[in-house]
T-cell receptor
């Protein structure tokens, strides 16, 4: 069990460019979550998947954001036409199936800086 | 909606001091409660959790008790170490199992 991995760990981009992040969950975890953490704040929920189905999207997730989880394994989060306000740490977490009592295991995050 | 409020930091203590970080929550239903820790340069790690009223979560000398009557989940440790320096997040699982975090409390332990 190698834990949740995220790539890249850091990304610097210019405003208006598109970026894509990848998350590889712990194998056999069927739930996958994306969170965003800005400086000095706690992480905020963005979206989550049960297998390949995207079950909920936060109002924080504007139309420029899209997430996929093809085949219920890894997931990608794409941000189109990036804005400076998108600069943040993007965290991925996974958990085994079921209830809210299941622990979510977090990856190291991808830190995005939009210039 | 559901929310978590925790004491603002930074909190600075000397080694071996007693630690309390206050956390209160607002939630419908019966959430599970968590403390996560983020060490410098590392990802979020679950420190402890409690899933129902009066449960006590504990790990690495830290404890927190789920108090439904006061809607609180305060983190305590009897004797802190320099290695405990980190950011601590109180959290709950809200609707649909997504985690709702507090803003975090930065803890500095001086040798």
């Amino acid at each position: 069990d190698t834990g949740v991995s995220q790539n890249p760990r850091h990304k610097i981009t210019k405003r208006g460019q598109n970026v894509t992040f990848r998350c590889d969950p712990i194998s056999e975890h069927n739930r996958l979550y994306w969170y965003r953490q800005t400086l000095g704040q706690g992480p905020e929920f963005l979206t989550y998947f049960q297998n390949e189905a995207q079950l909920e999207k936060s109002r924080l997730l504007s139309d420029r954001f899209s997430a996929e989880r093809p085949k219920g394994s890894f997931s990608t989060l794409e941000i189109q036409r990036t804005e400076q306000g998108d600069s943040a740490m993007y965290l991925c977490a996974s958990s085994p199936r079921g209830s809210g009592e299941e622990t979510q295991y977090f990856g190291p995050g991808t830190r995005l800086l939009v210039l | 909606g559901d929310s978590v409020t925790q004491m603002e930091g930074p909190v600075t203590l000397s080694e071996e001091a007693f630690l309390t970080i206050n956390c209160t929550y607002t939630a419908t239903g019966y959430p599970s409660l968590f403390w996560y820790v983020q060490y410098p340069g590392e990802g979020l790690q679950l420190l402890l959790k409690a899933t129902k009223a009066d449960d006590k979560g504990s790990n690495k000398g830290f404890e927190a008790t789920y108090r439904k009557e006061t809607t609180s989940f305060h983190l305590e440790k009897g004797s802190v170490q320099v290695s405990d320096s980190a950011v601590y997040f109180c959290a709950l699982t809200g609707r649909d199992d997504k985690i709702i975090f507090g803003k975090g409390t930065r803890l500095h332990i001086l040798p």
